[in-house]
Structures are given as structure tokens and as C-alpha cells.
Nanobody, 121 residues
Framework: QVQVVESGGGLVQPGGSLTLSCAASGIPFRTFDVDWYRQAPGQQRELVAG????????????NYSDSVTGRFTISRANDKNTVSLQMNKLKPEDTAVYYC??????????WGQGTQVTVSS
């Protein structure tokens, strides 16, 4: 059984930091690409950051949306089956539910339940 679980969300003041974690089980994690999405109330879900499988060439390729470049850092630890999203210099507009998507092609596509991030003073 495949499980994807996000953690690390919470309430933080503008300018603060949070680290989200995505833990996956039941899959050969290193072969999967992992993306972080977020969805704010009344908004569409948007891609925030992604990191490809380390079995690809080039391995572990990273991309960020323009809105988070320079503030967020994605990384993966295959030995722990986790991907982290370090979020710095948080802004109120970063407030959203953050979701982890773990996928291998179109056939294997798994989502977590989401974790709430609220940036407010």
C-alpha cells in the first residue's frame, strides 16, 4: 500500500521560515519524481517546486515557480524516503494547503492529504 504523508505546516509570521516534509512508503522512492503544489482558498492548485528521480539523467533536477525562487529550497533524502521543502522569507501570499505529489510516469501518481501553511502576523 502506497502512502504519502506531508508534515511541518503551521502558523508563521511574515519573514519567517518553515520546513515541510513529504514521506512516502510502499514504493521504490528513488525512482519517483516529487513535486510540491499548493492551493489557496478560491485558487487553482499550483506547482511550487519539483525534484526528479535520482535514477534519471540528469539526476535530481530541480525546478521552482517564479513566485518562490530564491526563497524555497527542495531536497530529497532517498535513504529516508523523504523530500523536504525549506521555505524562507515567507509572505502572506504563501498561505495555502501544500501537497506532495509522487509520480512515475502517468501510471503511478500519488498525493498526500496536504498540510496547512498560514503566514500571518
Amino acid at each position: 500500500q502506497v502512502q504519502v504523508v506531508e508534515s511541518g505546516g503551521g502558523l508563521v509570521q511574515p519573514g519567517g521560515s518553515l520546513t515541510l516534509s513529504c514521506a512516502a512508503s510502499g514504493i521504490p522512492f528513488r525512482t519517483f519524481d516529487v513535486d510540491w503544489y499548493r492551493q489557496a482558498p478560491g485558487q487553482q492548485r499550483e506547482l511550487v517546486a519539483g525534484i526528479t528521480s535520482t535514477d534519471r539523467s540528469p539526476a535530481g533536477r530541480i525546478n521552482y515557480s517564479d513566485s518562490v525562487t530564491g526563497r524555497f529550497t527542495i531536497s530529497r533524502a532517498n535513504d529516508k524516503n523523504t523530500v523536504s521543502l525549506q521555505m524562507n522569507k515567507l509572505k502572506p501570499e504563501d498561505t495555502a494547503v501544500y501537497y506532495c505529489n509522487v509520480r512515475l510516469g502517468e501510471q503511478f501518481d500519488y498525493w498526500g492529504q496536504g498540510t496547512q501553511v498560514t503566514v500571518s502576523s
